[in-house]
């Protein structure tokens, strides 16, 4: 008997210590659309992330560790992201939320998030819930909707002399958050929404937004939409409606690669919003290593603002993993908040205990000057 018990125990000892692939890996969840109306901005996120985590991974790992993003699809659906968002934690062990996309489906996810103590990292969104009020489980890496439509109705203004806007919006959280920026970034200058129009989340349904728009003939419609809907609306407001010489105005969340591809590339008379340098021609130093690393991994896929986020947002990340003293969701967060601003080179990155929101940087992409 006691031979048995020794022998026992060095089974015990040995399977105890064998180890766990989920010890000597971190895991980062994201939920985001790979099929859909707005899979391309889901996949180029991710490539845009994973093409620094393997770099990453090739060179060390995090202390030692190996990271891994793992990807669930979402469609764009909230209720489909909520639940992505529970099996990620529950059974990926996820130590983070990273990278989800968009604000309808960022309000069912954070929920999960917080409700299981789980950080919930660079979303790709600006959505004001996720700013306020202050919640210490979230990082922002970009500017927020508010930020980034007071700059393009700034520009729109000063350089283009408009007045008279419209609003075409997404009929959600998403939308609706963009049409109240939009008139909030006006209140101070002698400018007017004339019309507005809206349409149903992962639909085309956008000839009624079009009629609503067109009636009032505006100078410029700022676009709160995916790059589908985006596209559906531009090309048939200038094919059937005669507003070819009106300022067509997206933000970052329509992807303005692929919005281009949907409009085979027309686009005059667009002037959008971004969030990040030119991702082709940037020389900031780490724009550089993203074009090296990207083309490296992915040869065949053009660089886009929103594969440049992914890369960003996963630098940042691993930053701060680095810095942590364990992978409780505490010490990340206060990783996150003891970056120096040079953590990444060539942008000024603040974070600190009260300010989560790593960038504040708003570009204006002007095509109709080209």
Do not use: W
């Amino acid at each position: 008997m006691p031979n048995l018990i020794f022998i026992f125990s060095i089974l015990f000892t040995a399977f105890y210590y064998i180890p766990n692939s989920k010890q000597d890996t971190i895991v980062l969840g994201q939920t985001c659309p790979l099929t859909g109306q707005a899979a391309a901005l889901g996949i180029e996120m991710m490539d845009g992330a994973n093409s620094y985590f393997r770099y990453i991974n090739e060179n060390g790992g995090i202390n030692g560790k190996k990271i891994k993003l793992v990807t669930f699809d979402d469609k764009y659906e909230p209720n489909i992201a909520k639940r992505n968002v529970t099996s990620l934690i529950k059974q990926e062990k996820a130590v983070a939320i990273f990278g989800a996309i968009g604000t309808p489906t960022g309000q069912k996810t954070l929920a999960v998030a917080i409700e299981n103590s789980t950080p919930f990292i660079m979303p790709f969104t600006g959505a004001k819930f996720l700013r306020e009020p202050f919640n210490p489980l979230i990082i922002n890496l970009r500017p927020s909707y508010k930020q980034e439509i007071k700059a393009l109705t700034d520009y729109l203004y000063q350089n283009k002399k408009a007045t008279k806007l419209a609003v075409f919006y997404q009929n959600d959280g998403f939308g609706i958050e963009g049409l109240y920026a939009v008139k909030a970034a006006i209140a101070d200058k002698k400018m007017k929404i004339v019309s507005t129009g809206s349409f149903n989340r992962n639909t085309l349904s956008v000839q009624n937004a079009i009629y609503e728009i067109s009636i009032e003939k505006p100078d410029a419609i700022i676009l709160i939409a995916p790059y589908e809907p985006s596209a559906e609306f531009i090309k048939r407001s200038r094919k059937n409606f005669g507003l070819r010489n009106v300022l067509f105005c997206p933000i970052s969340f329509t992807g303005t690669k692929n919005l281009q591809k949907e409009l085979n590339q027309e686009m005059q008379n667009i002037i959008a919003s971004q969030v990040f340098p030119k991702p082709e021609n940037s020389d900031k130093e780490a724009v550089k290593l993203y074009r090296q690393l990207y083309k490296k991994e992915y040869p065949t896929s053009k660089y886009s603002y929103t594969s440049l986020e992914g890369f960003l947002s996963a630098m940042l990340t691993v930053k701060a993993l680095k810095k942590a003293k364990s992978l409780n969701s505490e010490d990340i967060i206060k990783a996150f908040e003891g970056l120096k601003r040079d953590s990444i080179e060539g942008f000024d990155i603040n974070l600190s205990p009260t300010n989560h929101q790593a960038m504040d940087e708003v570009y204006i992409e002007d095509f109709s000057a080209k």
